[in-house]
């Protein structure tokens, strides 16, 4: 049985891991080491780069940078998301502002520590990636059109960090990298519809508070029918194994998504159509083993 004190501290540490979004980046850890294994470094062995230092140093230079980045954006959003996130808002207030900004600057001198370990490039990368998050967060996220694009390339920046250590220039790596892209900028703008009602509140110049739901859905129509075209030219004119199977569901997932979007005007649409988004995008990390099923076992 526990304390009353055991239980309150807890109940701080679920706060915290809420606020930094663990689960997120326990996903993200995955997909940087898979991609690395089957993408980046294909033609290098599993033991080499399962165990390369400076692949764990940018993998936790890079977690560190995340957690940090949910928590100032955490910081700056906490009257919005006390409107539209409100259960959520209620868990992440158990732990003070000063200890979750104590908390900011100490993940992000960890990640310039880790990164250190790496080369000087690294410190500089990240400290960038730092400050770019700091900036999105205090400023550009309130902006139209703006917002949404500097927030889906910071999403995709961890991979970027991983891409320019292995220097892996070939095709497939940018055609990859462009389905992600245009994924995740999905993701962006079904967000700011699903949070429309805060950030017309607090004045959030999103792209639906400044151009209305109904630019916002024809956008992210065009948006997923690039997205569908650039998994297509993945499968037909890219060596990826049995991944196909991932990008055919996700053609599928994609046109329903098209099909509840063109009905959809309530919050609850918008989460349905952000949770079809999520559910493709965590599917796609583990979908990575498809690509060689046999790689590992031949390689370790």
Known sequence: MLTRRQKHILLKFFSLFSVVRGYNILVVVIAQYLAS?????????VKSVLLD?????????????????????NFYDSEKDLINKPRKTMLDRLVSQNTKLS???????????????????????FSIY????????HRLKKL??????????????????????????????????????????MRELTKDLENIKGDLALNYRTIPVVYGER?????????????????IVLVLFFRIGHMYCFFYLSIA?????????????????????????????????????LIDVTIVLNRI
């Open 253 to 289: 997932l994609l046109l329903i998504y098209l099909i509840i979007l063109l009905k959809s005007n309530t919050k609850t649409h918008y989460l349905i159509l952000h949770n079809i988004l999520k559910f493709i995008i965590v599917t796609g990390v583990f979908s990575i083993l």
């Open 130 to 137: 730092i400050f770019a998050i700091w900036f999105y967060s």
């Open 53 to 73: 230092l400076n692949l764990l140093m940018l993998v936790l230079a890079s977690s560190a940078t995340i957690a940090g980045g949910y928590i100032i954006n």
């Open 215 to 231: 630019v916002s859905k024809l956008m992210l129509s065009i948006v997923g029918v690039f997205t569908i075209i650039s998994a």
């Open 37 to 45: 294994v089957y993408i980046f470094a294909h033609d290098k062995p």
């Open 103 to 125: 908390f900011y600057f100490v993940l992000n001198f960890l990640a310039v520590v880790f990164a250190s370990y790496v080369s000087f490039k690294a410190v500089l990368f």
């Open 144 to 185: 139209p059109m703006v917002g949404n694009i500097v927030s889906a390339i910071l999403t995709v920046t961890p991979f970027f960090a991983i891409f320019i250590y292995y220097q892996n220039f070939e095709l497939v790596v940018f055609a990859h990298g462009i389905f992600l892209f245009l994924l995740i900028s």
